[in-house]
């Protein structure tokens, strides 16, 4: 993977001929029998066992969670004639158990895991991430040991996850834009095994034969074609120890890896395509083949990707999104182990001129050999990317994951070639590199053409990779952070609770890796009366705040944020110990100070119109609104109200400048306000700098919460008709008097995460996913209100539009069940283990607790709170469990809104 997919993928290696020393590691010990040591670089050290199996060690005490990563080297790429989407549907069956470990995913939910498998081009990984300790490590691992082999893959469970991995290709072809670039990988590809994307071809999805399944199972899914990485809070020794106890004991095997030799061709002509589909946007686009990742070019080529395609920063953003031809413009790319795709792309209003756009898209891309990136434009995009290397090896459970893209090319340590290679790319290598590739034979947008004058673009073969590593040296790490307990009893010990000027402050200082910290600030803005009829104008205000300031444009601002180091938004962000100072004078000013520039105004102005028409026929879209509307007890004007689509526009298109200027000017201030800022940071020099930034700045404008009412709403079953859309969508709600500090709020809390909030394992799931393949997505939610007692009980579904009647009446069934039969004790208990070990998960994150100090300031409350709650769920009882669902919950008062192809479903009916 190159520099295009960077920020797709969070992290990309870039490779060059640069020479591979090994690092000593920070610890060491004796590998046992048989298990050899690899190389080694900045904390992570590989280990390779007899059978072919690699393993990575990257321990860190900085987080108390464990990473457990394996990637087997098998992807799209390696399917046959009629098998295209095996390798995504057979990562699904993955999670279908084995004779050992019959309920995997009730087993994750036990125990608070955050897992999911992942599917791409050239490789397919399953991750697990959990609260470190013993018991969590030596169950993920045996799992993995045991589903590399003894996975069931049968029949029974192909039939029902066939429809699943059905509705999830239907979803993706709702959307215009997953649609064409489909069609144009297509199309640009006549033989290679990237031209198909990896949710494959749905009669391929239909109809595979399960013996095809196991025989790509049994051929790829052994100890040889595996990595697996282990990251976080752990003993190395012990831990490499189990895994050669078992792993090692799965035998190596016989058979031989397939070979692929196919080469695609080079381009001879430029080609067009069209997608005509009902739509409310425009879409243009042009794509050029490149070199594979592990070639030099492709490196570089990854910088004129941002110059170009970046917004605001980029060229075509301003050529193309400034001048009002385009609301917006992307660019990617998509490479791998061999030759992929550079794409660059606009999104143009329903009804306007398109063919404008498509010349001055291409007359940019393919003229920017002749006009060289500057050196401002090169430093802004190093930048970023080596900001984007230093925020993923802080993080081990981050960059664990994304090794999985890496190792696919071929060697983990690409990672680090990459991050030394962005620093030495120049201007004149971008501009020769795109001259070679970004030409009119290498397009995807014509027709043949006879010609005399071909331009044809040969892609280089990919070096070796002993080549690309023979230069590379790795430098040594220097990143330290304290082992810190997240229970609420730290928290509150650790953090200091204290008010600077007009606002509380909590300050919870800790070190880091790489010295990071999460700042969190809670402001308040009107209160029921003065914000009636405002529209728009909230919205947009605060939309133009990163837009242009008394001393920065959009471009410069931009660039101080990368300068900082900041990550997030503005009231919610991320830096680092050096940057903290200077990161909130910066945010200060931005909230101070915005300059409102028309030119920017008019922009978002026509991006927000653009994407409301887009959500006029999407079913999500037109389900909430229809239901947010059955719902709504508020009048027009009221900020709780709920609005139409032609509401939303019409208020869009009201709002002026002045308004927004006004609304900035009276409703603006920190005055009352609750920051919060966890991690590395000094607080005797921040405190007082927060007063000074942030402590004095009253708003004219009162402020009050703005509670909301609770209302019985008679129930109402509406169907929606959106033509032409693959997949439909299912949405039932009900109102709830209900209050956090409800006696019966822990027992709901725990009834719905039994019921539809517990993922695959929950009741919704497996009936309507699991067992009946109806949906790739079900759920339910719950709510009840931190200031007043309106709550609600929400379910929500995807499924094709001929299905949605039996989602609908599985979903029936199910409530009728639990209200009938009650939840048994062992699901209780499943409940209570899954969710205590999500909360502490979540406390392990600085900008977690970050956003819950802020929170319970607000409410008058501390992380005691948190910490009663829980004792409040350890306590509820089973009898307790079932008469709270029962109280609460009545099927008769639920709404339900269906959205869907009403063609599709009458003629499967």
């Known amino acids: 993977m190159s520099l295009i997919s960077f920020k797709r993928a969070l992290v990309a290696p870039i490779v060059a001929g640069l020479a591979f020393v090994a690092a000593t590691p920070a610890w060491s010990f004796a590998p046992p029998k048989g298990v050899v040591q690899g190389p080694s670089v900045e904390g992570i050290t590989e280990y390779r066992l007899p059978n072919g199996l690699k393993v990575l060690l990257f321990p860190d005490a900085s987080r108390p969670t464990i990473t457990v990563n394996m990637t087997y080297l098998v992807g799209s790429r390696h399917e046959n004639y009629g098998e295209t989407g095996m390798a995504h549907l057979l990562e699904h069956l993955m999670f279908k158990g084995t004779p050992k470990n019959s309920d995997i995913t009730r087993q994750f939910s036990e125990r608070g895991m955050d897992f999911n498998g992942t599917t791409s081009l050239d490789r397919t990984n399953y991750y697990e991430v959990f609260p470190a300790g013993n018991g969590n490590l030596q169950w993920a691992l045996q799992m993995e040991a045991d589903r590399m082999t003894h996975s069931f893959i049968s029949k029974k469970d192909l039939d029902s996850e066939m429809t699943v991995v059905r509705n999830e290709y239907e979803k993706g072809e709702n959307s215009p834009t997953n649609v064409l670039m489909k069609r144009m990988q297509a199309t640009s590809f006549d033989w290679h095994a990237y031209g198909r994307p990896t949710i494959g071809n749905k009669s391929d999805i239909e109809n595979v034969k399960i013996s095809n399944l196991q025989a790509f199972y049994r051929t790829y899914y052994q100890p040889d074609n595996a990595v697996l990485l282990v990251a976080g809070k752990f003993d190395p020794d012990a831990t490499l120890g189990t895994i050669s106890r078992l792993f090692g004991t799965i035998p190596k095997p016989k058979r031989t890896l397939p070979q692929f030799w196919t080469e695609e061709p080079t381009q001879d002509g430029e080609r067009t395509f069209a997608v005509r589909r009902q739509g409310d946007v425009q879409i243009v686009a042009v794509a050029y083949k490149v070199p594979s990742a592990l070639h030099d070019d492709s490196d570089v080529l990854s910088f004129a990707s941002s110059i170009l395609g970046d917004s605001p ?181 650790r953090t200091t609770v204290t008010t600077a000027g007009g606002m509380q402050l909590a300050l919870l200082p800790k070190k880091n890796r790489g010295q990071t910290v999460s700042v969190n600030l809670r402001q308040h803005i009107g209160d029921e009366k003065n914000l009636f009829d405002k529209g728009e104008v909230p919205g947009l205000t605060a939309a133009m705040l990163m837009r242009g300031t008394s001393k920065f444009n959009r471009v410069q601002l931009a660039d101080e944020f990368e300068r900082l180091k900041i990550s997030g938004g503005l009231t919610h962000f991320e830096t680092t110990r050096e940057n903290l100072p200077e990161a909130l004078k910066l945010v200060a000013h931005v909230l101070k100070e915005p300059s409102f520039p028309a030119a920017e105004f008019e922009q978002l102005r026509q991006q927000t119109l653009v994407g409301l028409e887009a959500s006029r026929s999407e079913p999500q879209s037109v389900a909430a609104r229809a239901l947010g509307q059955h719902f709504n007890i508020y009048p027009r004007g009221d900020v709780r109200a709920a609005t139409t689509l032609e509401e939303d526009i019409a208020d869009v298109k009201r709002a002026t400048l002045d308004d927004l200027k006004a609304f900035h000017r009276d409703y603006y201030g920190t005055v009352p306000a609750q920051v919060a800022i966890v991690g590395d940071f000094d607080p005797g020099t921040i405190k007082p700098l927060v007063e000074q930034l942030f402590g004095h700045w009253q708003a004219t404008q009162a402020v009050a919460p703005i509670l909301s009412r609770h209302a019985d709403v008679a129930p109402v079953k509406k169907t929606i008709d959106t033509p032409d859309k693959e997949n439909g969508v299912y949405l039932a709600r009900m109102n709830l008097k209900l209050n956090v500090e409800d006696p019966d709020y822990p027992a709901l809390t725990l009834a719905n995460f039994i019921f539809g909030e517990g993922g695959l394992k929950s009741r919704l799931m497996e009936r309507i996913r699991q067992k009946e393949g109806l949906s790739y997505g079900v759920g339910s939610h719950l709510a009840g209100g931190d200031l007043d007692h309106a709550g609600e009980f929400v379910i929500s579904a995807i499924a094709a539009p001929q299905n949605l009647r039996r989602v609908d009446q599985a979903v029936q069934e199910e409530l009728a069940r639990a209200l009938k039969d009650g939840f048994t004790k062992a699901e209780l208990a499943g409940a209570k283990s899954g969710l205590m070990q999500q909360r502490i998960q979540n406390r392990s994150d600085d900008g977690t607790v970050a956003s819950g100090w802020t929170a319970y300031l607000y409410r008058g409350r501390t992380f005691e709170w948190s910490r009663q709650f829980e004792n409040k769920l350890m306590a509820v009882t089973l009898p307790e469990l079932n008469a709270a669902f029962r109280k609460a919950i009545d099927p008769a008062k639920l709404s339900v809104v269906m959205a869907g192809d009403q063609r599709k479903a009458g003629a499967a009916n």
């Open 313 to 493: 920063t980029g060229r075509l953003h301003k050529l193309l999104v400034d001048s009002g031809m385009a609301s917006q413009v992307f660019s990617y790319g998509q490479t791998g182990y061999a030759p992929g795709l550079q794409y660059f792309g606009a999104v143009v209003k329903k009804g306007a001129p398109l063919e404008p756009v498509r010349e001055a898209l291409t007359r940019a891309v393919e003229g920017f050999a002749q006009h060289p990136p500057t050196k401002e434009e090169m430093e802004r995009v190093r930048r970023s990317y080596l900001n984007e290397y230093d925020r993923s090896l802080n993080d081990p459970q981050r960059v664990g994951v994304a090794l999985s893209d890496v190792i696919s090319l071929g060697d983990w340590r690409l990672f680090f070639v990459g991050r030394d290679r962005v620093k030495s790319v120049t201007a004149e290598q971008v501009a020769a590199a795109s001259g070679r590739y970004f030409k009119r034979d290498n397009r995807v947008t014509g027709s043949f053409i006879p010609t005399d004058d071909a331009e044809r673009a040969a892609i280089p073969a990919a070096p070796k990779l002993e080549a690309v590593l023979k230069d590379f040296k790795p430098s040594a790490s220097n990143l330290t952070a304290e082992t810190f307990e997240p229970t609420q009893e730290n928290i509150m010990k």
